[in-house]
Nanobody, 120 residues
Framework: VQLQASGGGLVQAGGSLRLSCAAS????????MGWFRRAPGKEREFVAA????????YYADSVKGRFTISRDNTKNTVYLQMNSLKPEDTAIYYC??????????????WGQGTQVTVSS
């Protein structure tokens, strides 16, 4: 399984970015796909995820109301729309696949990271 993330960059506070993560190597019909991030000097933390079979997406409290995760099942791709970005959102963002994604220990596959930098 390969997870290819893209869409990171530099943006001013209040701005928006959209991350994409395309999965290849297998078609997912169960489990979850989502995003984690690691800020400088901090542990990797959960951001958002959704289940391939449906149901409501779930988010870390720190991003609720600002980030939206969505998917295109036909493309095995998950998106993370990030609005109202804050400097504290600066981190390397990693896409991930697992049975249930709430902690890094749940992850079965990691994508490469994509850097998001939010300037104040």
């Amino acid at each position: 399984v390969q997870l290819q993330a893209s869409g990171g960059g530099l943006v001013q506070a209040g701005g928006s970015l959209r991350l994409s993560c395309a999965a290849s190597g297998r078609t997912f019909t169960s489990g979850a796909m989502g995003w984690f991030r690691r800020a400088p000097g901090k542990e990797r933390e959960f951001v958002a995820a959704l289940m391939w079979r449906g149901g409501s997406p779930y988010y870390a409290d720190s991003v609720k109301g600002r980030f939206t995760i969505s998917r295109d099942n036909t493309k095995n791709t998950v998106y993370l729309q990030m609005n109202s970005l804050k400097p504290e959102d600066t981190a390397i963002y990693y896409c991930a696949v697992g049975i249930l994604l709430t902690t890094p220990g749940d992850v079965l596959y990691w994508g490469q990271g994509t850097q998001v930098t939010v300037s104040s």
